[in-house]
Every structure is written in structure tokens, then in C-alpha cells.
């Protein structure tokens, strides 16, 4: 691993500031890939990490179209399963940076696609019954996804032995898949102890985390989270929380 070299992004007075990582990382989507393989340079490997088979055609086709793919390695699995030890063929023991951005409920999304127009219109009728076994629906649907949700965080967390760097995000404007994620995945989940903390992502943004949303994530953690509000904002809602850990954690966990 080299130096830190420091590069930014971003127009305005809002700036990105975006570390270049010497060696590898994970991110899963097409854009963040693109992106991605400029901040790791000609010698880094970015591993684009998806299930769905037709989605890492998506993903495969945007390598070419940005000439990324001598960089960007898109890789067909469970990130669930995924670890050095699962795929030692894969240098994912190098690791240094991940981007998790898994399933959620896209309720960030609703305001701007009218996605809870289609999610009413599947329903029908539209009486008070029809209305409740919707809301029933969706609560449930929401708390599977925010399980998930907390495990691929965990695991992303603890699989990884060199990663000192790990951004969790979602279009959810959710609590129940943001706060209370981070929440859970930093204290029973055990990040804390294994040397993670949050730190501000996006300093200059002025939206954060709710402040006493969920047991567990102080007035401080929550500052250094970022939320997008689609009709503040006026564009589509989204989450992010930023975990790091020193180096010295990682060399104790060696």
C-alpha cells in the first residue's frame, strides 16, 4: 500500500474529498464502478460483486464502455458467502475499501418514480382492509430487507482483514434501514470492537442522521451520517454512513 494521494470531486462549494487506494476494493454498481476504477488507478482492482446474473451483464457492459475492464473484475456471487478464504483464486485478502449498497425498500425513490403508486395500484380496491394488509405487507417486506441489510454490513465488516474504509448506503429514507442498521451492526454486530467507528461522510452536506432515532447510535455517530430528503432536496432521497478503522486495528487482527 503506497501513500495517501488526496483527490476531490464535486462542483460548487460542496466537495467530495475521495481517498486513491493503492490496491483493491468492492463496489456494486455500474456508476460507482466507472468512478471507482479512476480512485485505484492502473494498478488497483475494483470487484464488482452481484447474484443477479443479469445485472452483472449490466455491470460488465458499463467496464467495456468506460474501457475499465483490465481494472474492473465483475464477479457473479453471494456477497454473503464471499470472503478470502471462499475464493482464495481472488485477491480479496488485499482488500482495502468496500461499497455496500445492497437491497432496500427504495422508499427514497417514491416521491420522484411514483413507485408507491404502483406498490397502491397492485393492491386494489383501496378500503381500509386493503389498506391495512398493505401497511402489514410492507412492514414485514421492510424488515426483512433491513436484516439483510444488517448482515451484508456485518459481514462487509468482519470478512475483510485489510479494509480500513467501508461506505454503507441506500435510497431508503427509512430509520428502520439506516440509523437503526448502523446502530445494530455497530454494537451487537460487534464493529465497535473490532476497532470500527464512524466518521462524517459528506462534512459539508447539512442533512445528518436523526439525532435519537434508535438506541445505541450517540448525538455525535449520528451527525456523521448523511441523509438526502427527496422533497427538501428535490432530488432522490438517500442514506450513507462512512465506517473506518486504523491501521493498528488491523494489524491486531492479523
Not at 468512478?35 to 449490466?58: H, K, N, Q, W
Not at 412492514?139 to 430487507?145: P, T
Request: proline residues 5%.
Amino acid at each position: 500500500m503506497g501513500k495517501w494521494k488526496w483527490k476531490w470531486m464535486g462542483g460548487g462549494d460542496c466537495g467530495v474529498r475521495l481517498r486513491r487506494w493503492g490496491t483493491h476494493s468492492m463496489m456494486p454498481f455500474p456508476l460507482s464502478l466507472s468512478l471507482s476504477s479512476a480512485f485505484v488507478g492502473p494498478t488497483g482492482t475494483v470487484i464488482g460483486c452481484d447474484r443477479d446474473a443479469r445485472r452483472l451483464e449490466t455491470l460488465a457492459g458499463a467496464a467495456a464502455r468506460s474501457r475499465t475492464s483490465a481494472i474492473i473484475r465483475p464477479l457473479h456471487a453471494d456477497f454473503l458467502s464471499l470472503s478470502p478464504a471462499s475464493r482464495p483464486d481472488l485477491p480479496l485478502g488485499g482488500v482495502r475499501a468496500i461499497l455496500l449498497d445492497p437491497s432496500c425498500s427504495g422508499s427514497g425513490t417514491s416521491a420522484v418514480r411514483g413507485d408507491w403508486l404502483n406498490a397502491a395500484a397492485a393492491v386494489g380496491g383501496g378500503g381500509k382492509n386493503d389498506e391495512q394488509e398493505e401497511a402489514e405487507r410492507g412492514a414485514a417486506r421492510l424488515e426483512r430487507l433491513a436484516s439483510f441489510q444488517e448482515a451484508a454490513l456485518a459481514h462487509a465488516l468482519a470478512a475483510f482483514p485489510a479494509a480500513v474504509r467501508v461506505t454503507y448506503s441506500t435510497c431508503s429514507v427509512h430509520v428502520r434501514e439506516n440509523e437503526a442498521v448502523v446502530a445494530r451492526v455497530l454494537g451487537a454486530g460487534g464493529a465497535r470492537a473490532g476497532g470500527w467507528r464512524l466518521e462524517a461522510a459528506l462534512p459539508a452536506w447539512p442533512r445528518r442522521g436523526v439525532a435519537g432515532a434508535v438506541d445505541g447510535l450517540s448525538d455525535a455517530e449520528a451527525a456523521c451520517l448523511v441523509r438526502v430528503d427527496p422533497i427538501l432536496d428535490e432530488t432522490d432521497g438517500f442514506f450513507v454512513a462512512l465506517f473506518v478503522r486504523e491501521e493498528a486495528a488491523v494489524d491486531a487482527g492479523k
